[in-house]
């Protein structure tokens, strides 16, 4: 089974802290992305990477950047945490299926920004 | 710009009904829908369906992609409170590199 874990389930951070949120996927999948979700606004994308050190903003990039020193982790950075990032983040990486490719998630990170 | 719609956002039923959840689609390049389910917890995954692959069943749930229509359906039999949740609907659309993903529809079955 594809596995995607997250460095932590739930965080509590205060503003202005640099944060890193930490997800590593065991299946050699080259895709890996993420995401913050939040209620009324569903799943929106803040990067992904295609490869190592290779990355693409996604829909809302703006205060977070991103590492992928590894081909199996992959970084999301909060440099200086503001309370409109308290949300959900989750990390999914893909594989290809039949005829598509497949996403899976990792079990979500709860940031709290106080 | 590529968009998906979901409906309804809502719906509550109770144990042994049958409900349809419905999901539209627009987008540049298709390549495959999928159906996640989401409980207080990540998405996990249910269905991929392409042009290769337009029905699939697991157990009560199943889904069927009308390509031409540009919509995907997903339908549970006999629910149970345990298919509460909410039911995500994606589009992939560039070689696994972009998910276009709907708002998901919060399903309640109550006993």
């Known amino acids: 089974d594809v596995k995607v874990t997250q460095s932590s389930r739930y965080l509590v951070k205060r503003t202005g802290e640099k944060v890193f949120l930490e997800c590593v996927q065991d299946m050699d999948h080259e895709n890996m992305f993420w995401y913050r979700q939040d209620p009324g606004l569903g799943l929106r994308l803040i990067y992904f990477s295609y490869d190592v050190k290779m990355k693409e903003k996604g829909d809302i990039p703006e205060g977070y950047s991103v590492s992928r020193e590894k081909k199996e982790r992959f970084s999301l950075i909060l440099e200086s945490a503001s309370t409109n990032q308290t949300s959900m983040y989750l990390c999914?990486?893909?594989?290809?299926?039949?005829?598509?490719?497949?996403?899976?998630f990792g079990p979500g990170t709860r940031l709290t920004v106080t | 710009e590529d968009k998906v719609v979901q409906s309804p956002l809502s719906l509550v039923v109770h144990e042994g009904d049958t409900v349809t959840l419905n999901c539209s689609y627009e987008?540049?390049?298709?390549?495959?829908l999928l159906w996640y389910k989401q409980e207080k917890k990540a998405p996990t995954f249910l269905f991929m369906l392409t042009s290769s692959g337009i029905e699939k069943k697991s157990g009560r749930l199943s889904s069927i992609l009308d390509k031409k229509e540009l919509f995907s359906i997903l339908n549970i039999t006999a629910t149970q409170t345990g298919d509460s949740a909410v039911y995500l609907c994606?589009?992939?659309?560039?070689?696994?590199?972009?998910?276009?993903f709907g708002p998901g529809t919060r399903l309640s079955v109550l006993p």
């Open positions: 994606a589009v992939e659309d560039n070689y696994g590199q972009n998910f276009v």
């Open positions: 999914a990486s893909t594989s290809p299926g039949q005829g598509g490719y497949e996403q899976y």
């Open positions: 987008v540049t390049n298709f390549r495959s």
